[in-house]
């Protein structure tokens, strides 16, 4: 399988609002298993988005998630400097995990 | 609510076996979680290695499955991760997490521990 493709990288500027896509096929995307993680330097990854547009307890209603077909996105509004991070999609096909290379957000 | 701490050598002679455990606090390991394994090579993004079950039900990424073994020991509330035959390629931050049965994500994950391949 190869990896999801997302985006190398995004910028933006604090207060505007961001998007990240995550584009699969209709054998990983296509199934409404689609995860969203931030992570930053030297920390592990943290869930963000389960299954394309939940949010855990905890997280900012500021991000959101979507799904078009074989193409999932993450928003992020009203950008904050803590936001800055790499952020990686996953697809969850049972048994297995795919993610995608990941994007580094920059807030400008 | 659970938490988990990797642990293992953090350098590794090529041809050798990578081994590392995860020990699992806060929640009992032979509760309905899966127990992962994912890595992260330096600067790039990350794999899924694969999981286990308390009972000892695994799965495996297809392209590490001829190399990996996981196992669990319940007495020590901590499973563990071996691959064998390591090269280069295999040094990466090795993270442990925990999924819940059903669960399509990885609620909870483990600090990392960096495991360098090199003579």
């Known amino acids: 399988q190869s990896a999801l493709t997302q985006p190398a990288s995004v910028s933006a500027s604090p207060g505007q609002s961001i998007t990240i896509s995550c584009a699969g096929t209709?054998?990983?995307?296509?199934?409404?298993?689609v995860s969203w993680y931030q992570q930053h330097p030297g920390k592990a990854p943290k869930l963000m988005i389960y299954?394309?547009?939940n949010r855990p307890s905890g997280v900012s209603n500021r991000f959101s998630g979507s799904k078009s077909g074989n193409t999932a996105s993450l928003t992020i509004s009203g950008l904050q400097a803590e936001d800055e991070a790499d952020y990686y999609c996953?697809?969850?096909?049972?048994?297995?995990?795919?993610f995608g290379g990941g994007t580094k957000l920059t807030v400008l | 609510q659970v938490q988990l701490q990797e642990s293992g050598p953090g350098l590794v002679k090529p041809s050798d076996t990578l081994s590392l455990t995860c020990d699992v606090f806060?929640?009992?390991?032979?509760?309905?979680?899966?127990w992962v394994w994912i890595r992260q090579p330096p600067g790039k993004g990350l794999e899924w290695i694969g999981y286990?079950?308390?009972?000892?039900?695994?799965y495996y990424n297809p392209s590490l499955k001829s190399r990996v073994t996981m196992s669990v020991d319940t007495s020590k509330s901590q499973f563990s991760l071996n691959l064998s035959s390591v090269t280069a390629v295999d040094t990466a931050v090795y993270y442990c997490?925990?999924?819940?049965?059903?669960?399509?994500?990885?609620?909870?994950w483990g600090q990392g521990t960096l495991v360098t391949v090199s003579s």
């Open positions: 997490a925990q999924k819940g049965t059903g669960d399509t994500y990885y609620a909870t």
């Open positions: 806060g929640n009992s390991i032979t509760s309905s979680n899966w």
């Open positions: 286990i079950y308390y009972s000892g039900s695994t």
């Open positions: 299954d394309v547009s």
């Open positions: 996953s697809s969850y096909t049972t048994p297995s995990t795919l």
């Open positions: 209709s054998t990983d995307i296509g199934y409404n298993h």
